[in-house]
């Protein structure tokens, strides 16, 4: 497991913080609807806005499919359309497990689909990728009872594209090339496109949503998802690329030293 100290800073990071505070809007009802029903009306309170029409139609477009989106039916219809879009997972070995890191809200499941899937023998290696992230869900392994040679990871990456990026760049040179990836169900379909265009087979093991998830975090996971689909697509980052070298995770030569709370369970 790498330690977080040799991360290196990379330009998404300062980003991060700004894009969960926007999504964290975009999913309070409370800001979204007063400001989409303020655009309706405006235009035909303010003389010199020209388009009237048009600019209240969308408004209202847009409030409509907001609603829908927020309504307990939207939430359930957006997350099982990304989840029906992925193959099933029909039992094949892999190389390793890779375990993505989406917050503490959403770490036990994880932890726990990854230590099953390691006991029922589907992979040799569990990998954890994720800032603030990765060194818990390692721990949570190791506590479930997996010795410490089948758990590595990274705590560098800061969003699914470094997921993947990072994740490629220490396994594939150690032979890894079929992985089972966990992660929830919203997150599996962009994550498994973004690691399938770095070579990777994935075969897609998404972990269940906590029971207590609100409606509200539900639908920020659902809707975050649509977004992030478009964006990436745009990018390009869904086409077939190279890895990128081990040293782009890193400051210093990368080292698989065992972190100390591994140390102190052997």
Known sequence: MLDPAVCKSHETARW???ALWLFDGLTNPAIVIPILLGLMILPWLVRRVRRKRLISGLSGGLLVLYLVGCSPLGIIWGNQLLVSLLPPDAGESADAIVVLGRGSSLRKERVQVASELWQNGRAPLVFASGWGDATQIAQGLANRGLPAPAIDGEPCSRTTEENAQFTAALLQPRGVQRILLVTDPPHMLRSTLTFRSLGFEVIPHPNPLPAWLDRRRQGFLVFKEYLGLIGYSLM?????????????????????????WMMQRQ
Not at 236 to 260: K, M, S, W, Y
């Open 16 to 18: 991060t913080g700004l």
């Open 236 to 260: 390009g980052r869904f086409l077939p690329r190279e890895a990128p070298p081990a040293e782009v995770v890193a400051h210093q030569e990368i080292t698989n030293a065992t972190p100390d």
